[in-house]
Structures are given as C-alpha cells and as structure tokens.
C-alpha cells in the first residue's frame, strides 16, 4: 500500500469531518510541557514495584568466576623464576601447561580451586611452594548486544560493567540517513536488557540521555541487550500543511521542527494542534496552541515515537469528531503500511506518568 495512497485517504476523511455528529464521549484534552512516558510492553509493574528491583538489581552480587577455555593467566611460583609465565592460555577443553608437572586441566575451577590443585602438584618437586594465578582476560562472563549499534556482538564483564559500558564497547549508536537528514538508528524508548529469560525493568532513556544510576544495572554472565531500530517509529504530520508526511524519529524532536518536515502550515490551519498518541482503544490526545509557541508564548511540544500531529482547519472547534473519523482508518491502514507496519500507532504504546 502506497504511503502517499494512505495520506489522500486520510485527507479525505478529516476534510469530511466537520460535517458529521459523534457519539463519542469527551476526550480530555490537555497541553503539556514536557511528558514523560512508560513502555508498558516491557512491564506492567507500579512504579514502586520496578524501583524495588531495581534496587535488587543494583546489588545483586556477581555470579562466582570459573575458568573456561581461552581465558589468559600470568602465572607465578614464588623464588623460581624460572616456572613463571606471563599470558598463559587454558585450551578449549581447559587445560593449561605448566613448568615440571605438564598439562593440568583447571578449566571449571574457581581460581583459588585451581590454585590449591597447583600446590598440590608442585609439592611433588618444590617445598612448600608457593604460586600466584592472575587472570588477565577472561572469557567466560560475558553479555551480547544487538539491533542498532555500530559494532554489535559478545564481550566480556569487566570490572562491574554496566548498561552505559556496553554501549561504549560497542562503539555507540548507529546512524543512518532518511530524506537527507543523519538520524541516530537506535530506539531507546523500546530497547531492553533480558536475563535468564526474563526482561528487566531498565529504562534505557533514563539510563543512557539522562544519566540515571538506578537504570544502570551491572552487568551478569549471559545478559542480552536488544537496541531495536528508531526508523520502525515515524511521526505522522497530517491536516492543513502543505504536505503531509510521516519522518523518522529522533530524540527532541519537537512539534514545531515536525511541521518543517511538512513545509510549514497552510493559512487555514487552526490555531491549536492535535497529538495523538498511544493506543487506538485508549489514546492520549494534546492540544497545543501553535499560535502561541510561534510568538513565543508557550513551550514548544515534545514529541515521542509513533505520535500523530494533525493540524485542523481554522474554526474547527470540535476535536473530539476529528478524532472519531480519524482513529478507525488509521486502525486499517496499521496493517496495510507494508514495511512501516504498526507504525501509525506504535505496538510499544505509550502512557504518560
């Protein structure tokens, strides 16, 4: 299905609106200043219930190390030289081979376990001997990261890593380029952190743009974090602009920069917009006065993934009938978009706090 096919379709409708009587209830129609919302596909906990775990989360002590193959050791035997060993590595099957006793296999071993086991061993040739394991890369913790980064794979824990220490191994965010402009790729407002099947609380918004401790759990062996693709949630500008589109989103967008991308308002347009946002069953919707945020007056309106921007015609004083025409079509276009499916109104709805 054409974009441009769906964008006349619509235009038709919201033209026809003003015409027809709705039996909808009032919807509340309220400004904002800034919003704040909630991926309620991640978790459906109170506010309180989440920041308990991840409190929980914050403490949980880091599972016990064992050896396993390709970790590297510098080896040590106190007053002989001659034994030590700088970068030893354990095999695949977890061996490692060591000056008068050979191949000694400490794969599985905790490294004071396979401290002892060397003792042991050496006692056979050295009194009371006397040796230092250091590990100096270690394998076997380890948390995979995928979707929207520049270099997605596996890596090792170290020192505590931490939700904002995997973006950086990683290499940041990728970037991309839609309708001429660079974007940032990645969709913090739906990535996630899984553990042992079980997704985590964590908001990535409040643990990477705004520095929150709380969301930045550490990091434990077999983590997956997910960065899912920004380009899947578009803003939809319809109405009286001169050319009705959809872009991609990116962080701070706001309502005035979305109607650049539609080359501006037409003369006829309202003085106040709607933004719809949220699921079609139990949509949020927004009034802002543009007249007021172009002459200064008001706070311009920050928009999230997946929001819909409809400009009335002037005069147009009942929003609830626009809203009425417009959910149910938009309800059958989300499944005909093709590529840009359930993108009009996003899977990953969104509730203000």
């Keep these: 299905m ?26 509340p129609l309220v400004p904002a200043k800034s919003q704040a919302y909630e991926e309620v596909r991640l978790t459906k906990q ?22 396993s193959g390709d970790d590297r050791f510098d080896f040590k035997v106190y007053d002989n030289e001659e034994l030590n060993a700088t ?44 040796i230092s394991l250091s590990p100096t890369s270690i394998q076997s913790s380890t948390f995979t990261i995928s979707g929207k980064v520049n270099n997605p794979g596996i890596y090792p824990i170290r020192n505590h890593s931490r939700i904002t220490d995997a973006i950086a191994l ?13 974007v940032e790729l990645a969709d913090l407002g739906g990535a996630y952190v899984a553990r042992k099947g079980k997704v985590l609380p964590v908001d990535f918004v409040k643990a990477i743009r705004e520095g929150d401790w709380l969301n930045n759990i550490p990091l434990q062996n077999g983590d997956y974090i997910y960065i899912p693709s920004s380009m899947n949630s578009s803003i939809y500008i319809l109405g009286e602009v001169y050319k009705p589109t959809y872009v991609g989103f990116k962080d701070n967008m706001t309502l005035i920069q979305a109607f650049a ?86 899977v990953n709805s969104s509730s203000d706090n």
Excluded at 2 to 22: D, Q, R, Y
Excluded at 170 to 182: I, L, R, S, V, W
């Design 2 to 27: 054409n974009n441009k096919f769906w964008m006349v379709v619509l235009a038709g409708i919201i033209t026809g609106a003003s015409g027809c009587k709705s039996k909808m209830p009032d919807i």
């Design 46 to 67: 109170s506010p309180e219930v989440i920041k308990k775990e991840l409190e929980k989360l914050q403490l949980a002590s880091q599972e016990v190390y064992h050896i």
């Design 87 to 130: 970068g030893m590595v354990v095999t695949p099957d977890g061996y490692v081979s060591i000056g008068l006793i050979g191949p000694v296999k400490i794969g599985g071993m905790t490294v004071p376990q396979a401290t002892a086991m060397i003792e042991t061993k050496l006692k056979k040739f050295i009194n009371y001997p006397k």
């Design 170 to 182: 990683a290499k940041g965010f990728a970037t991309g380029e839609f309708q001429g402009d660079t």
């Design 261 to 346: 991308f539609a080359q501006g308002l037409k003369d006829t347009h309202s003085e106040s917009a709607l933004v719809i946002r949220g699921s079609l069953v139990n949509p949020k919707i927004y009034k802002i006065n543009i007249d007021d945020v172009m002459r200064g007056k008001g706070f311009d309106f920050m928009l999230q993934p997946n929001d819909i921007v409809f400009v009335p015609r002037g005069g147009l004083s009942q929003y609830n009938l626009v809203v009425e025409k417009l959910l149910p079509t938009l309800e059958a276009l989300n499944l005909l978009a093709g590529p840009f499916g359930n993108s009009v109104i996003g």
